[in-house]
């Protein structure tokens, strides 16, 4: 199996400004949070693909969507292993694990060990942290 090498994209948080809204950077680059139940692709149902709003890079399929109740858009499994990153976070006094874009390293959300079979997993998204392609 061939190693697949995602090429990095670096910005100053100045470019990354000029390229997204004031709450797409919080969330994004600030790893800010959107408030449950707000956000735009919450409750999106259309067939499509889901790409970081930072570099549009794939990374989630509306076939892997779910409703979890959490009140971000729920995914069972990104769109390949290498889209999205993952890392330790304890901040807020919690022990969690951040999902990032690995291309950008924009702060995509989390990923909980209760979601649905086959996985077991939910990413849980802001929805600022992406866009929505319908196919």
């Not at 989630?60 to 390949?80: M, Y």
């Amino acid at each position: 199996m061939a190693d697949t090498k995602v090429e990095k994209i670096h910005k100053t948080d100045e470019e990354w400004r000029k390229l997204l809204t004031p709450e797409q950077f919080h969330i994004t680059r600030e790893k800010g949070t959107e408030p449950a139940f707000t956000g735009k692709l919450y409750y999106n149902h259309d067939d499509g693909i889901y790409r970081c709003v930072a570099c549009g890079t794939k990374l989630f399929t509306s076939d892997k969507k779910f409703e979890s109740g959490s009140g971000w858009p729920s995914f069972w499994l990104p769109v390949s292993p290498d889209a999205v990153e993952t890392h330790e976070d304890n901040a807020y006094g919690m022990r969690r694990v951040e999902v990032t874009c690995a291309r950008c390293g924009a702060h995509l959300g989390h990923v909980f060990p209760d979601g649905p079979q086959p996985t077991g997993l939910r990413y849980c998204i802001n929805s600022a942290s992406l866009n929505f392609e319908k196919k």
